[in-house]
DNA sequence: TGTCGTTTTTATCATTTGTTAAATAGTTTC
DNA sequence: GAAACTATTTAACAAATGATAAAAACGACA
């Protein structure tokens, strides 16, 4: 998806202030498998998925559990050292070959005390992943897994197709084992 | 907790701008029980807490599940009435008497447009709020249950003791059936 | 095509949580 | 203080999920 379509989707702007913002972004390319983002550091960066599929997890215990995916369109950020610029406890994995747009989180803040429609910008832009993460947390507290399950496949159907089960059980907040059970007993 | 601590832990502003967003604001207070937000309703004013405690909750089948508190200095928010103007899904419940500030939605959005300081405020806010939904998400997607609840008692243990047991179940996601069984192992 | 390595499914048993109902504890009201 | 009402705990059984291991399916690649 183009960075264009991506500002104006979060909040339409005026050509100079979307200009400003545009020249503070660059584009990156990264083969599958890079980690974009790692635990216990303060990221720099933002990013905006132009193209690929990636996914954050950390780890309980000893194994890994994916709690977000993102696809084109979708911003990539490790919200603790965007809000507070403290160290994340997520990796950022990049699950196919992808073609992003980074944006430097000093930058944007400059941009935020600067010009009150990027500050705006800002605002809309945390207000929308405030109500994607109030969504997710819905889902998981009301709906059982198979739920959840039938719901990713109606809404985001493309994770499904690009995604290995293990990532999406642990998503779903169950084992592999019951998903492949739960997708057993729906056939 | 007073209006002039909630505002400046959020995002300090100079006076101004503070007195701006103080102008826009109205003391009101409930009675325990009093139903402050309505499902399918758009809301039109957000509060923050004075004094007292609060849930929201929403139907799932025929029984009600919480999936928020707020307490003291916490705002309440229908997230779907203040970022999209939509109708929300869930009910707002006193559970003791209240002190509440009242501030107008639509006289707030009106202050974004004017002043840089309160968009950033407003900025601030939704960063804020994000950052606690996503650490219930990850609460709920990686702990057992036992774990939700040791952590709720370690972190807000005045919710436990200021709300009941049937509510504090629904919200760790578990019947208060089985919170009665996690509380007698502990002992 | 065939082999190796990875992913997914299936099977078995243990553990956790849900459901229903009854018993106990606690509160309110008269 | 007794009765009525509400909240919480306990008990018994059912259903869902976890853990471990093995089998099957799928993909990459020589």
Redesign the pocket.
């Known amino acids: 998806m183009e960075i264009n379509q991506i500002i104006d989707t979060i909040y339409p702007l005026t050509t100079p202030s979307k200009n400003l913002i545009k020249a503070s972004i660059t584009e990156t390319t990264f083969p599958k498998g890079h980690i974009l983002f790692k635990a216990n550091k303060i990221e720099t960066s933002i990013y905006f998925i132009k193209k690929g599929i990636a996914r954050a997890y950390a780890y309980s215990e000893d194994h890994q559990i994916t709690f977000w995916f993102g696809t084109e369109g979708d911003p990539i950020v490790s919200m603790q050292s965007y809000v507070n610029h403290q160290k994340g406890y997520e990796d950022v994995e990049l699950l196919e070959d992808c073609e992003l747009y980074e944006l430097k989180i000093a930058q944007l803040q400059k941009l935020f005390l600067e010009d009150i429609q990027i500050a705006n910008w800002g605002r809309k832009f945390s207000e929308l992943e405030l109500i994607k993460s109030e969504e997710r947390l819905i889902s998981l507290q009301f709906n ?3 739920e959840r399950y039938l719901a990713l496949l109606k809404n985001h159907p493309s994770i499904i197709q690009r ?5 999406i ?1 642990s998503y779903l ?12 007993n729906i056939k």
């Not at 995604?163 to 990532?167: F, Y």
């Not at 907040?173 to 057993?184: E, K, M």
């Open positions: 059982t897994a198979t995604v290995q089960l293990s990532h059980a907040g169950i084992t592999q084992v019951s998903l492949s059970r739960i997708r057993a």
